[in-house]
Nanobody, 112 residues
Framework: QVQLVESGGGLVQPGGSLRLSCAASGMINNMGWYRQAPGKQRSLVAV???????NYADSVKGRFTISRDNAKNTVYLQMNSLKPEDTAVYYC?????????WGQGTQVTVSS
């Protein structure tokens, strides 16, 4: 089973930045980030495919950047210009051999 280790969450003021990391235990095909706020459904934030394509939710375009280090089996999410609406638990997602895996989540809180 693939293990995903997330890090980088925390408390930040509006307008601040955070960088999330997710390291997988082995080679991964597609990787991405989802988030879930209290009372809301988990939704896609960004995805980085094995072919190098990236996609972003409209709400984060221009502010978030997803990147990937295949040698380290790690995906990153650079979050800039953070807003209170970005507050959520962020979950790493990875696919290997057509199976999906989730990280345990890391809390991101944007508040003054």
């Amino acid at each position: 089973q693939v293990q995903l280790v997330e890090s980088g969450g925390g408390l930040v003021q509006p307008g601040g930045s955070l960088r999330l990391s997710c390291a997988a235990s082995g080679m991964i095909n597609n990787m991405g980030w989802y988030r879930q706020a209290p009372g809301k459904q988990r939704s896609l934030v960004a995805v980085f495919t094995s072919g190098g394509s990236t996609n972003y939710a409209d709400s984060v375009k221009g502010r978030f950047t997803i990147s990937r280090d295949n040698a380290k089996n790690t995906v990153y999410l650079q979050m800039n210009s953070l807003k209170p609406e970005d507050t959520a638990v962020y979950y790493c997602y990875a696919e290997r051999s057509y199976r999906g895996y989730w990280g345990q989540g890391t809390q991101v809180t944007v508040s003054s």
